[in-house]
């Protein structure tokens, strides 16, 4: 694993169904407290459209002229669901990064 990649594993945040809360503090905390200098915000399917509400409250709102959108990166992913037929599901990668 590239040093890269490593050091974004520390800092990503993945979008699921706890309170949209938790999800900005966390993402305001990387950057506030660890000293993150980039915070990957990801997200599959349902949870996209969250992942964009929290990537632009916590730049706009919390860290606001300190955090810019530095990439976006959509994809998508094919998985076996629950009844064993394959499904696609899209995903989301957003990068945040300090000024």
């Not at 594993?9 to 979008?15: A, E, L, Q, R, Y």
């Not at 969250?50 to 919390?62: C, G, H, P, T």
Request: a positive charge; glycine letters at 6%; hydrophobic letters at 35%.
């Amino acid at each position: 694993m590239s040093e890269k990649s490593q050091k974004e594993d520390n800092h990503t945040v993945f979008i699921g169904p706890k309170p949209f809360m938790n999800y900005v503090t966390g993402v305001v905390m990387q950057f506030t407290t660890q000293g993150a200098d980039e915070v990957v915000i990801k997200a599959r399917g349902k949870f996209i459209s969250r992942a964009v509400d929290i990537a632009e409250v916590s730049a706009k709102r919390f860290l606001e002229n300190t955090v810019a959108v530095k990439d976006i990166k959509i994809d998508s992913e094919e998985f076996e669901n629950k009844e064993g037929k394959q499904v696609r599901v899209s995903t989301i990668e957003i990068t945040l990064s300090k000024k």
